[in-house]
């Protein structure tokens, strides 16, 4: 589950260096985006299995995207990032539609795969 991925941070260059990261370990990084709006536009139209998306957004944070696109009835896994400790998010983390959280320092597909299988 999970090899087609959305990539939704606004820093271009986390951006590349997860595609890279993630095709190197047989992911299909299918699109990305810049902000939450844009997200839930493309999840309509990629339809991915996996969303990566980062918590601080411009727009809307990652936890009002996930709960969209839970309402909405799109079924991707969603993994949450962030450049803030996992304690910094615990409450809302647990109280979101998501698989889990990773840490943009702890990003690899190792931990993306224990998260979606």
């Known amino acids: 589950?999970?090899?087609?991925?959305?990539?939704?941070?606004?820093?271009?260059?986390?951006?590349?260096?997860?595609?890279?990261?993630?095709?190197?370990?047989?992911?299909?990084?299918?699109?990305?985006?810049?902000?939450?709006?844009?997200?839930?536009?493309?999840?309509?139209?990629?339809?991915?299995?996996?969303?990566l998306l980062d918590i601080r957004l411009p727009d809307l944070d990652g936890f009002h995207v996930a709960r969209r696109l839970a309402a909405d009835g799109a079924t991707p896994a969603i993994v949450l990032t962030s450049s803030h400790d996992r304690s910094?998010?615990?409450?809302?983390?647990?109280?979101?539609p998501v698989r889990g959280f990773i840490p943009k320092s702890e990003l690899s597909a190792g931990a993306i795969t224990s998260l979606v299988g």
């Open 1 to 51: 589950m999970g090899r087609t991925v959305l990539i939704v941070d606004d820093h271009p260059s986390f951006r590349a260096s997860a595609k890279r990261m993630l095709e190197a370990h047989g992911y299909e990084v299918v699109g990305e985006a810049p902000d939450g709006a844009r997200a839930i536009d493309a999840v309509r139209a990629l339809q991915p299995e996996l969303v």
């Open 88 to 96: 910094d998010f615990a409450k809302e983390i647990a109280n979101s």
